[in-house]
Nanobody, 126 residues
Framework: QVQLVESGGGLVQSGGSLRLSCAAS????????IGWFRQAPGKEREGVSC????????YYADSVKGRFTISRDNAKNTMYLQMNNLKPEDPAVYFC???????????????????WGQGTQVTVSS
């Protein structure tokens, strides 16, 4: 059974940090591009970051550049999102996803991603 399971969400003060993890099972992440997305109440889901499988190229939404870092550990079949300097505009449900062709889509678009986790809540207090 293909599954992605996120963990690491929670409540943090503005300026604080969280590290999200996403463990894959039922398939091997090695050949997949992996991405992180978020969805705040009343808003559409948006791409936050993506890392390709071929050369490890990384992509970030402008709103998180310099603060968030995406990484993958293929040996553990797990991906991560390190979030530093969290801001009041960052709270959302964060989702991990895997894209089977291995490349990150332009603007970290949602559609090419095939497998999705259930999401983990991130809350930032001011």
């Amino acid at each position: 059974q293909v599954q992605l399971v996120e963990s690491g969400g929670g409540l943090v003060q503005s300026g604080g940090s969280l590290r999200l993890s996403c463990a894959a099972s039922g398939f091997t992440l090695d050949y997949y591009a992996i991405g992180w997305f978020r969805q705040a109440p009343g808003k559409e889901r948006e791409g936050v970051s993506c890392i390709s499988s071929s050369d490890g190229s990384t992509y970030y939404a402008d709103s998180v550049k310099g603060r968030f870092t995406i990484s993958r550990d293929n040996a553990k079949n797990t991906m991560y999102l390190q979030m530093n300097n969290l801001k009041p505009e960052d709270p959302a449900v964060y989702f991990c996803a895997a894209e089977p062709l291995g490349g990150c889509p332009r603007s970290i678009a949602i559609q090419p991603f095939e497998y999705w986790g259930q999401g983990t809540q991130v809350t930032v207090s001011s």
